[in-house]
């Protein structure tokens, strides 16, 4: 496995926040059915879903968990020569209260909306537990890998922490961030989360992963990556976030 594939692979399911959930049909059996769902990715860095009961995706994982889950860098003019990545594995509903619990505190920072879906209109928590994955990185860099996901060390009460002081006391540093990177200003960001190797912003209803310079293994290093960014005059690495 291309250990290279393999981060720009996780970097695209960072960026990108919803995707094509493909399922084996109940109605019309030996037939896929895809929808688009939005998701966020989970302490183990599998993507987390918020679905409906009564959703036609719903009852075909009830049957068959197996599916697939097609990601797409958006906004491409020629979607054959940007990367796209196909996780295939098995989608598990989340039953035990404090998965719930810790499933919904991270996506409702990701998507604030779907509180009212969740606590109204029968939604649930999925996650995909991935199997193996296609990563296309254009024309000719082709990669089946076995892994994508990477755990974050900071889920939960730490990463909890760091979000709402970066929001309540360093807003201007968010809208630094915001005009380093180039990002839309039309409603002003939040920081939503953070994984080792970089950190998403909320403006509006959009979401943006933006990556550190090098990965941060513990919140010390995250406050210093934080830091100098705050003080950049320009974005620090050769790729520019998306």
């Not at 009830?62 to 196909?86: N, Y």
């Not at 995909?128 to 996901?149: C, D, K, M």
């Not at 839309?184 to 912003?201: Q, R």
């Amino acid at each position: 496995m291309s250990v290279k594939a393999g981060k720009h692979a996780r970097e695209l399911l960072l960026k990108e926040y919803r995707g094509v959930l493909s399922t084996l049909s109940k109605a019309m059996p030996g037939y896929p059915f895809g929808s688009v769902v939005p998701y966020c990715l989970d302490e183990l860095g599998r993507p987390l879903m918020l679905i409906s009961r009564i959703a036609q995706h719903t009852h075909n994982l009830q049957q068959d968990p197996k599916c697939s889950l097609l990601v797409g860098e958006r906004g491409a003019e020629d979607v054959q020569a940007v990367g796209r990545l196909t996780l295939l594995g098995e989608a598990r509903r989340l039953e035990v209260a404090e998965q719930v619990e810790a499933a919904a505190q991270r996506y409702y920072r990701y998507f604030p909306e779907s509180r009212n879906y969740h606590s109204a209109h029968d939604f649930e928590f999925w996650r995909l537990e991935p199997v193996r994955s296609r990563y296309i990185g254009g024309f000719g860099a082709i990669h089946w890998l076995n892994t994508v996901t990477l755990e974050n060390p900071f889920a939960g009460a730490v990463e909890t922490s760091m979000v709402e002081h970066m929001n309540a006391d360093h807003a201007a540093a968010i809208a630094h961030y915001v005009l380093l990177a180039g990002l839309p200003d039309t409603a002003p960001a939040e920081l939503v989360g953070i994984d080792s190797e970089g950190f998403h912003l909320r403006i509006g209803q959009g979401l943006h992963w933006l990556p550190f310079a090098e990965p941060c293994t513990s919140a010390g290093a995250v406050r210093q990556a934080l830091v100098a960014l705050a003080r950049a005059e320009c974005w620090p690495n050769t790729a520019k976030p998306a």
